[in-house]
T-cell receptor, first 112, second 114 residues
Framework: GENVEQHPSTLSVQEGDSAVIKCTYS??????FPWYKQELGKGPQLIID?????GEKKDQRIAVTLNKTAKHFSLHITETQPEDSAVYFC???????????FGTGTRLKVLA | GAGVSQTPSNKVTEKGKYVELRCDPISGHTALYWYRQSLGQGPEFLIY????????DSGLPNDRFFAVRPEGSVSTLKIQRTERGDSAVYLCASSLSSTYDEQFFGPGTRLTVL
């Protein structure tokens, strides 16, 4: 069945450094890839997304890249700040649908 | 404006009991989703409503789980004969319509089955 793998499971960086989280997906029909940030006790919040017709998207300090051939997509956070500390989830749509398969999450710690 | 709200925030029950979890979506959102999130895992799709009807319930694990959305707004997830393995955070999300619309998540209900 469809699967999304996410690495690393935990990531610690110094404040100001960059953080990169990588995901791979199995469903070649997936065409929408959102990234969510989840803080303790809260629901996931969309931070950026990308559709399969583009290879890169940037929003201030956050960027996402997509390699459809390799079925890889990555989240890049530059100039990290302590408030970036949270669990980040990647997801891939199943085909062209609303149904998402989520990765297992990356716990990011930004050390001041 | 108000986001997705879920009640209760925490629910502790005993094995075999019946529970109801409520979701109040963002006003005007026609699409509503339920997910289950186990510890250390990403959310797992359970069911999707478009309006009042369950358009896709393929993620419900078994027939002890059922959800309704009678008036196309508030939804209730119902779990019969709860088992310890049902313990998880149950998340609700809503979106303006469906495909490609951002899904806004609620804070979740943490269900603990003793």
């Amino acid at each position: 069945g469809e699967n999304v793998e996410q690495h690393p499971s935990t990531l610690s960086v110094q404040e100001g450094d960059s953080a990169v989280i990588k995901c791979t997906y199995s469903d070649s029909a997936s065409n929408y890839f959102p990234w969510y940030k989840q803080e303790l006790g809260k629901g996931p919040q969309l931070i950026i997304d990308i559709r399969s017709n583009v290879g890169e998207k940037k929003d201030q300090r956050i960027a996402v890249t997509l390699n459809k051939t390799a079925k890889h997509f990555s989240l890049h956070i530059t100039e990290t700040q302590p408030e970036d500390s949270a669990v980040y989830f990647c997801a891939a749509s199943i085909g062209g649908t609303y149904k998402y398969i989520f990765g297992t999450g990356t716990r990011l710690k930004v050390l001041a | 404006g108000a986001g997705v709200s879920q009640t209760p925030s925490n629910k502790v029950t005993e094995k075999g009991k019946y529970v109801e979890l409520r979701c109040d979506p963002i006003s005007g959102h026609t699409a509503l989703y339920w997910y289950r999130q186990s510890l250390g895992q990403g959310p797992e799709f359970l069911i999707y409503f478009q309006g009042t009807g369950a358009a896709d319930d393929s993620g419900l694990p078994n027939d002890r789980f059922f959800a309704v959305r009678p008036e196309g707004s508030v939804s209730t997830l119902k779990i019969q004969r709860t088992e310890r393995g049902d313990s998880a955070v149950y998340l609700c999300a809503s979106s303006l319509s469906s495909t490609y619309d951002e899904q806004f998540f609620g804070p979740g209900t943490r269900l603990t089955v003793l």
